[in-house]
């Protein structure tokens, strides 16, 4: 527990997450510095600080439905504040359940429900699912996403039981790819999207893994980047170009202690420039890449 | 005379034996009898039933503990604790300070409550021993789970699975939630499991050696005054099911049925396992010595006498101090209660404040779980007593060793004498089909439905997961290129038919997995699954089977140093293990082993990976299909030839297929237990890359030396490792083979083809297209973990 | 003939989520004055065909005893019963779980209003998709004898003891605790997957 937070990236530790130690050392990768905040600190806190992460995990035992305890704690609010002020603010998958049972994702009416991220639909399973996935990176002018390149594949592990995204607002949807807000999906590892399982690994409805704000400052993403941040974490039979790599790297040490590939989305947070309000436009994130 | 003495000097034995049973209590009338010897008079109702839970078989090993002395190995150059802790410890890497990153580990079963409560019973065993692994000042880096069901197929069917998806439910429920990543286990169907599923369960973790806690009071606690505190929830009365217990009422028919279920709870083990290490790290920053242990079974009066005892101290415990759930309890409930997720610490008096803001008001645990906190429960004494105060009045006072003093007993064994024999060939086999029955078979087919309702992820350590090599691969420590590879193994068939080589087989089985990997088998811990000890038949299958893992511990050895045993550090003993019709379960050693691999980046998967490499076979089959899967699928039979150990061929192996690793030659590797050769080879086919086209013919003239059948060959349990190496070192890997006395197969180079040929010379056996073995492996257990929709 | 009938059950032990609900109603959002007491139980409806409703109940009974997907005895208490307007539907039931004196208080406040008195709204909560309960249709298929069940709802039950002045304000109340609107506002479903129903209404004696 810091005292200050001042050029940190707090990771806020409700009771119950369990994401926090590696989400942690994932930021320290890319040079930031991270530290933990527990929820019943003073929020105060958390105003000098450089970004703040809702870790993975099971906030109050996802007691009653996934994220939705937490929604309603006191530190919420000060994250409201902060959130809507422009403050980069990351909820990974227990932490995106959090984000959306707190009216910030999507966030186009702010803090009202827009959206549910609902029991996984699986073929025959249900509950919980740990896998590795491919996100494609659609492209927005998400501050969380910056270094990747439109349409890129990334690789990275899921673990959890309600993930689906769903709205019962036919309007939503249309107005979320309108802002832009649609920044992840589930895709095959040539980066197609289809809708079965386990490509869709829990019918989320148009494949969505990961949903931002309009402003771009918030993200909500079910999958888990700091689990794929080191090339070690890679499986060996991951295709494409990060399980080249990792092919590749097998018996080199140094080699598999390189980056993997969801530590840009922690390293996105070093580009510098504004976001830009309201976008909309496909395709700006293009220049922040490699 | 105290408060509730019970009489027993001057009853008869008659009258004892009524009145232990009216009580509920397991207690012989000789152990009610020697308790009245050993404190000099009538005990009080709180002592006999702390006698009754520290003199249980769980607590007191009293029918096992001489022959686990006298047969196992637990000293070895890399020990720091080994049995007698709630984990044991071993070094495996040294840091830059001096210091040595140790690894620690236990194992316990939990198989009574799960065959009841499945869900319940499988969670609360993985919260069990993660606190022993916890309570070292460790953090715990895995989970494994050993687990044994019946017949899926048999009478029992629907039962059996409605078990083992519960099992599996509570394992993923638990684990999940706590944060501690699976890293595997398995799982073997059999119809001697019908009545009595096993769940056992591993946990290890990593500290530096610098930072071991120990479960004792510090010997600082003489120079000045010491408290207990007890942390966690609320005590009440898990462990006294049912039956309305000692001589008070209780309140209710509700409260009486209250205690049937222990009812885990992650969430608050993970917040009481965030703020443990909050109170850890002051202690350590502050200087201040503690003392530090889980409350398991015996609950309160367990702890505090272990903790106090171990430190040459006594305690006084004041009961009304101690935060309990709603009801009202008896005395002897709250001394003993086996409630979950608490913790007890002695600490200075001049920490206990702080240690209590942590708990109460940083983490909040009275908010986080109704009543759940941490309090001050007693003083530690100088003065060598145990005594519990209740309600102002003493209800147990005894010297503190009177109170820790074991019992043993000498249990009689017979050998049992059954006729095996090996099934009557049939002549007209198909190969093919055959082939494809053994991977489909729930004992072979993919468990992968299975793990992904584990998270291996979380952490973020996982190198080779579940199901992707014959054991789990993490890198522990950041930076550092030291892996740790973790298995676990026991065939119920090879005990069936020869107790003693199941047990040295269950051990040989483990360490090969990690050597697979490339890793040292470095450490076993062993849970020794039986029936009742009391039938001289199960105690002499008992008996056999812990003679078999210590032989084969001393006859493995630690490869890198010489005349060392591979050391069992702890483990556990589980007997009684029986159905309603009293038969016991099949003898059921069941071992992890813990390896260190030099350089977790040479640790790969099991699937081929690149046509022009050469695969070998290092070993030779033997007629040896007794308790095969082969003979099981495919004649329903036994089979009498079971593999037998040896020791020497077995380390020369293991030996060979490190130093390939070491030298970075291996691609890939499985070893070839269960289902034999030509099972591994498929399963090294099917694991192969997305996307990758490889395929192999094998020609088993190569094996006509040992004048086998093909089947024999193909399907021999012999022990024996399938590597795959880089190509144009063939001379070098002969040469290091002939080194170390091992026998060495060139099976063939992989081609493209994506197909799996055996071939006698020019005549073709069989051929078997890659995805038709996919489709036999992946699908095999569908039916049994693919939750049924409506569950 | 057609009844319809309905197993409740819920935990022996204390239940962890139905406390974690009453902490976040009185705590985090503001309904201490309104709320007295939770309960939650696993409920299934049946629409279900057999000889008389004695035997419906009998043979589900069979059923949901050994089934542990429905209940396990060593953690649940249970109630089925038949409903609807069948004669004599009160006594045709089975279990131990005594529904009808199940109010617990938790509260130590008064009634804050004069006029005002405790309800008990139980609100039932399940998924939009019903694929959970075609699956129990499936599964008690395989396993009933005699009986026969054609469709079902599954889900679970929040019986939320309020303060209301009548009816309409019990029911008001209750969905407003339940019903995740904002991040303000409710905490016991939320509309975009769930959807609550009515399922009952009741005066505890005081």
Known sequence: MATSFKGKVAIIQFPGVNCENETADAIRSVGLDADLFRWNEDPGLLEESLAVVLPGGFSYQDRIRAGVVAAKDTVMDALSDLASAGHPLLGICNGAQVLVESGFIPGIHWERVDLALAPNIMEDREGYYCNWVYLRNEGSSCRWTRLFLEEEVIPVPIAHAEGRFVTRDEDLLEQMIKNGQIVLRYCTDRGDIDSAFPVNPNGSMENIAGICNREGNVLAMMPHPERASWLRQVPEDICGIWGKKRFQAAGDFSRMEDEGPGRRFFASLLEKGPVSASSGCSGQAKEGGR | ?791 | MRFKAELWVRLKVADLVAQTAWMTLTEKLDFSSDLHGIVRYSYWGFDAEGESAEKVIEDLDRVVRLDSSFTNQNKHLYLLRVTGDTPGADSITAGDLPLDRDYPVHDTVENVEAGNKRFACDLLVREHRNDRAEGFVSRLESRLKGTKVSGMKVGEVWRLIVNASGDEDAVRKAENMAVTRSRREGVLLNPHYQTSELVGISVPEE
């Open chain 2, 1 to 791: 005379m105290l408060k509730g003495t019970v009489r027993i000097t001057d009853r008869t034995d008659a009258e004892v034996a009524e009145s232990l049973k009216k009580r509920d209590l397991n207690l012989a009338v000789s152990e009610a009898r020697r308790v009245c010897e050993l404190l000099g008079r009538d005990p009080t109702i709180v002592e006999l039933t702390i006698f009754n839970t520290m003199w249980s078989e769980h607590c007191s090993y009293k029918s096992s503990r001489r022959i686990l002395g006298e047969m196992l190995p637990t000293k070895a150059a890399n020990v720091v604790m080994g049995p007698g802790e709630d984990a044991g410890v071993v070094r495996f890497a040294k840091a830059a300070d001096g210091d040595w990153h140790c690894l620690v580990i236990a194992h316990e079963s939990h198989n009574h409550p799960s065959q009841l409560l499945p869900v319940e019973g499988a969670a609360t065993g993985i919260g069990g021993i993660v606190r022993d692994v916890y309570c070292m000042g460790a953090e715990v880096v895995g989970v494994l789970d050993p687990l044994r069901f019946g017949d899926p197929h048999g009478e029992n069917a629907g039962q059996t699975i409605s078990i083992a998806r519960g099992v599996v439910d509570g394992i993923a429920q638990y684990g999940n939630a706590l944060g501690v990543p699976n890293l595997g286990g398995d799982v073997v169907f059999d119809e001697g499991y019908d009545d009595n599923c096993l769940v056992n369960v591993v946990a290890v973790g990593t500290v530096m050696e610098s930072k071991i806690l120990r479960s004792r009071v510090p010997e600082e606690a003489k120079n000045r005054p010491y408290k207990i505190i007890l942390v966690g929830k609320p005590t009440d009365d898990s462990g006294f099911g049912g039956a309305a217990f000692a001589s008070e009422d209780l309140s209710s028919e509700e409260d009486a049925n209250r205690g049937a279920v222990q009812v885990p709870d992650p969430f608050l083990k993970r917040v009481l396992s965030v703020a443990n290490r909050k109170v850890l790290e002051q202690a350590s920053e502050r200087g201040f010595s503690i003392g530090f242990k889980d409350l398991g079974a015996g609950g309160i009066s367990c702890v505090t006498s272990e903790l106090a005892d171990a430190g040459g101290f006594g305690v006084r415990l004041d009961l009304d101090q101690v935060n309990v759930a709603a009801g009202h309890f008896p005395a002897a409930v709250i001394a003993c209660s086996e409630t979950q997720e608490r913790y007890a610490m002695a600490v200075p008096e001049e920490f206990v404040g702080d240690v209590l803001k942590i708990y109460n008001e940083e983490f909040d645990l009275p908010h986080i779980y109704h009543g759940a906190g941490a309090f001050v429960v007693g003083d530690v004494t100088v003065e060598k007593k145990y005594t519990i105060v209740s309600q102002g009045e003493i209800v147990c006072e005894a010297p503190i060793n009177v109170i820790t003093t074991g019992i043993s007993y000498d249990r009689a064994k017979k050998s049992r004498r059954l006729l095996f024999k090996e099934p009557a060939g049939q002549d007209d086999r198909s190969l093919k089909e055959d082939l494809l029955k053994v991977i489909s078979s729930v004992n072979i087919a993919s468990k992968g439905h299975l793990f992904r309702h584990y998270d291996s992820e979380v952490q973020g350590r996982a190198v080779l997961r579940p199901g992707e090599a014959d054991a789990g691969v993490i890198a522990p420590v950041p930076g550092i290129a030291a892996g740790i590879a973790l298995s676990v193994d026991g065939n119920p068939r090879y005990g069936t038919i020869d107790p003693y080589q199941g047990g040295a087989l269950a051990v040989i089985e483990a360490a090969r997995n990690v050597a697979a990997v490339g890793a040292e088998p470095w450490t076993i811990t062993d849970c020794l699954n039986y029936g009742n000890p009391e039938i001289e038949e199960v105690f002499w299958e008992f008996y056999e089977g812990v003679r078999g893992v210590g032989d084969a511990c001393r006859g493995i050895g630690l490869i890198s140093h010489e005349g060392d045993p591979l050391p069992v550090v702890s483990g556990n003993v589980s007997f009684y293990n029986q159905g309603e019709s009293g038969k016991a379960i099949p003898p059921s050693p069941i071992i992890a082993c813990a390896g260190v691999v030099k350089d977790y980046s040479r640790s790969r998967s099991i699937g081929f990976k690149e046509s022009g490499n050469t695969v070998y076979y290092v070993g030779e089959p033997l007629d040896e299909l007794g308790g095969s899967e082969y003979y099981k699928v495919i004649y329903g039979e036994l089979g009498a030839n079971v593999p037998e150990a040896d020791f020497v061929r077995e380390r020369n192996q293991i030996r060979a297929v490190i130093e390939m690793h070491d030298l970075g030659w291996v691609r890939a590797c499985h070893d070839t237990g269960q289902g034999g050769m030509i099972t591994a080879l498929a399963e090294m086919l099917v694991a192969a890359r997305t996307g990758s086209s490889v395929g192999l013919t094998i020609d088993i003239d190569e094996f006509s030396n040992t004048g086998l059948s093909a089947e024999k060959i193909l399907f021999s349990e012999t022990g024996g490792f399938v590597v795959e190496l880089s190509a144009g070192i063939e001379r070098e890997v002969l040469a290091l083979c002939a080194r170390v006395r091992v026998k060495l197969h060139k099976i063939g180079t992989l081609n493209s083809r994506s197909n799996l040929e055996a071939v006698s010379g020019d005549k073709r056996l069989a051929i078997w297209e890659t995805e038709e073995l996919r489709d036999a492996y992946i699908n095999g257990c569908r039916g049994i973990f693919g939750i049924e929709k409506g569950e």
